[in-house]
């Protein structure tokens, strides 16, 4: 299958810091691509749809100024949690979708855990 | 909110096939069926999608049934790295962004 490609894997930041996570297709072209968290013991929950070259969508109760996404290129995006606290520690994970056969499958990144301290 | 429902944990024995069942009632005409599954701290894997016809690949089988209001995922020989959360999902082919939206899913515990 496609590879999706986050970095860093793992970081520890300081209370009031921002942290910027990438997200890459590697091997396609994404025009979109989405940003999950997941708290321990429970799912996936969307955060945002990152469209390339225009403004991110983000699901309700998300606050786009503290997760600012930007998707400059077809392979490209990142998510800045900015002036992170104890409550933004969490797992964040993204997807892109690659077209292909009879469907289209939406590949994820490894993850990114993110402690605040 | 996610249109699937799955039982939250099973058990299967190594070397047994794992079937582990979806219901999704209200899924539409053009509303694909997707399984995904998470290995613990990891990303999840795409594991296999289907329409209405059943479909196998190198890693499972998908059964629709006619109606096409619950399927079943079988991993035929389960390993001990099956081990993991697995999630049905939904989702229209056509239009929007496509999102995939993630219930609980069914935590499959293989056991030696």
């Known amino acids: 299958g496609a590879v999706v490609s986050q970095h860093p894997s793992r970081v520890i930041c300081k209370s009031g810091t921002s942290v910027k996570i990438e997200c890459r297709s590697l091997?396609?072209?994404?025009?979109?691509m989405f940003w999950y968290r997941q708290f321990p013991k429970q799912s996936l929950m969307l955060m945002a749809t990152?469209?390339?070259?225009?403004?991110?969508?983000?699901e309700q109760g998300v606050e786009k100024d503290k997760f600012l996404i930007n998707h400059a290129s077809l392979t490209l995006s990142t998510l800045t949690v900015t002036s992170a606290h104890p409550e933004d520690s969490s797992f964040y994970i993204c997807?892109?979708?690659?077209?292909?056969?009879?469907?289209?499958?939406?590949?994820f990144g490894q993850g990114t855990r993110l402690t605040v301290v | 909110d996610a249109k699937t429902t799955q039982p939250t944990s099973m058990d299967c024995a190594e070397g047994r096939a794992a079937n582990l069942p979806c219901n999704h009632s209200?899924?539409?005409?053009?509303?694909?069926v997707y399984w995904y599954r998470q290995i613990h701290s990891q990303g999840p894997q795409y594991i296999i999608h289907?329409?209405?016809n059943n479909e196998t690949n190198e890693m499972a089988s998908l059964i629709i049934t006619e109606d096409r209001k619950s399927s079943t995922l079988i991993l035929p020989h389960a390993t001990l790295r099956d081990t993991a959360v697995y999630y049905c999902?939904?989702?229209?082919?056509?239009?929007?962004?496509?999102?995939?939206?993630f219930g609980q899913g069914t935590r499959l515990t293989i056991n030696p």
């Open positions: 990152s469209n390339e070259g225009s403004k991110a969508t983000y």
């Open positions: 091997d396609f072209q994404a025009t979109t």
């Open positions: 999902i939904v989702r229209d082919q056509g239009g929007g962004a496509q999102k995939l939206v």
């Open positions: 997807s892109a979708r690659s077209l292909g056969g009879s469907g289209t499958e939406a590949f």
């Open positions: 289907g329409l209405k």
């Open positions: 209200t899924i539409s005409g053009n509303e694909y």
